[in-house]
């Protein structure tokens, strides 16, 4: 599958770093693009900062930034199977929600929901105002996955790292990539 992982400026950077790295195992040719909020963020939550995380993406495929109109994945003729804003700030919500695509993520989203493909998206916020749960709405009734990292606690109380992986495994599941990332229910 062609995927295209969107990182943005949302806590949680951590789940965009490692869907890359799964999906990239499972065979799945990558693309990046990270928003300059993600860069600041990265910077506060990845050890060795931006430079550090946008180095491991560079292993797994091509990292465009928000400003390159030129990648593939912002026209439809190039639309990817799938493309996962993870994580998706309150902002970049708020902008594809309302069509307002004035960079790269916000263009790549565009483009996967009016070619029909796969949108997931990873918002973080809590709590989340009535505004952020009318564009969450919204989306999902274009047909957007809205996936708010919410891992569940029935394969027991489990490491921060476990708990990422939960997260991770229930992405990949939606794009139709096999993983043993957690453990399911009653298995
Ligand atoms: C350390 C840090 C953590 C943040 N966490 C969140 C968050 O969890 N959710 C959110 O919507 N915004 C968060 N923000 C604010 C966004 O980064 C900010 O709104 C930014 O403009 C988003 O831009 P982008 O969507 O283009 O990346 C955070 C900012 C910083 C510096």
Redesign the pocket.
């Known amino acids: 599958m062609r995927a295209v992982i969107a990182i ?5 950077i951590v789940y965009g770093l490692r869907l890359a790295e799964e999906l990239g195992k499972a065979g799945a040719r990558l693309d990046f693009v990270v ?4 860069k ?2 990265m910077d ?2 990845v050890r060795g900062g931006s430079k550090k995380a946008l180095a491991r993406l560079a292993k797994l495929g091509r990292v465009y930034s ?1 400003t390159d109109f030129s990648a593939p994945f912002a026209s439809g003729s190039r639309a990817p199977d799938a493309f996962a804003v993870c ?7 708020s ?1 594809i929600a309302n069509g307002y695509s004035d ?1 790269l ?1 916000k263009r790549g989203a565009e483009v996967a929901l009016k070619e029909g493909r796969l949108l997931v998206l990873v ?3 809590m709590p989340f105002t009535a505004i952020q749960l009318e564009n969450m709405l919204k989306l999902a009734r274009l047909g957007a996955a809205i996936m708010p990292p919410q891992p569940a606690f029935y394969g027991g109380e489990g490491s921060a790292g476990e708990l990422v992986d939960f997260v991770v495994g229930k992405i990949m599941d939606r794009m139709g990539v096999k993983n043993a990332l957690y453990r399911r229910w009653g298995a």
């Open positions: 943005t400026g949302a806590s949680g928003s300059g909020g993600a600041k963020v506060c939550e928000e994580p998706c700030s309150m902002k970049t919500l902008d960079n993520v918002p973080r916020e």
